[in-house]
T-cell receptor
């Protein structure tokens, strides 16, 4: 069964450094998302992406964050200058369509630790 | 604005028994989808079951069923014949047309022998 793939599974970085989290969505999916989950807390929406542009973003997704689909398969989340509070599990998700009956399929997540 | 509420932070159930995890929602849009996801301790998010706002029948997927009461805006997950492997965090989520998925705060289910 097709799945969303995220790399790396765990990344440790120093405060102020840039990180890029990578995702390969399911191949026939057109809508892409990033979510984060601070340990033990709620799953929070960051950004949605469709047709090579951001369709919606949350207040968390400030100027330090950016997303890109550099080729036909990868979808990346960049954090320019990491802060301690960016430590979280980051999930990539994709769906075949944007309508309400289409489930999001999630990757296994990247655990980001900022020291 | 859409909202999902899960009022049970934790639930316990004995193996082979059924358990109901509660979820209520709020939205002004007539078209929406309701989803349940399972998050085991390993961290991945696993899609379990979907219910559409216009669906007349409750969704079922194996041992999972969704008790959908539209007038009460509730979408409770029922797990029948619980297994030890069902121990996990369970999230209720909602999606509006062309919208993101928003999650409730989750319920941690523990199945004991």
């Amino acid at each position: 069964e097709p799945e969303v793939t995220q790399t790396p599974s765990h990344q440790v970085t120093q405060m102020g450094q840039e990180v890029i989290l990578r995702c390969v969505p399911i191949s026939n999916h057109l809508y892409f998302y990033w979510y984060r989950q601070i340990l033990g807390q709620k799953v929070e929406f960051l950004v949605s992406f469709y047709n090579n542009e951001i369709s919606e973003k949350s207040e968390i997704f400030d100027d330090q964050f950016s997303v890109e689909r550099p080729d036909g398969s990868n979808f990346t989340l960049k954090i320019r200058s990491t802060k301690l509070e960016d430590s979280a599990m980051y999930f990539c998700a994709s769906s075949v369509s944007g309508i309400h009956n289409s489930p999001l399929h999630f990757g296994n997540g990247t655990r980001l630790t900022v020291t | 604005a859409q909202k999902i509420t899960q009022t049970q932070p934790g639930m316990f159930v004995q193996e082979k028994e059924a358990v109901t995890l509660d979820c209520t929602y709020d939205t002004s849009d007539p078209s929406y989808g309701l989803f349940w996801y399972k998050q085991p301790s390993s961290g991945e998010m696993i899609f379990l079951i979907y219910q559409g706002s216009y669906d007349q029948q409750n969704a079922t997927e194996g041992r999972y069923s969704l008790n959908f009461q539209k007038a009460r805006k509730s979408a409770n997950l029922v797990i029948s014949a619980s297994q030890l492997g069902d121990s996990a965090m369970y999230f209720c989520a909602m999606r509006e047309p062309q919208g993101k998925l928003i999650f409730g705060t989750g319920t941690r289910l523990q199945v004991f022998p």
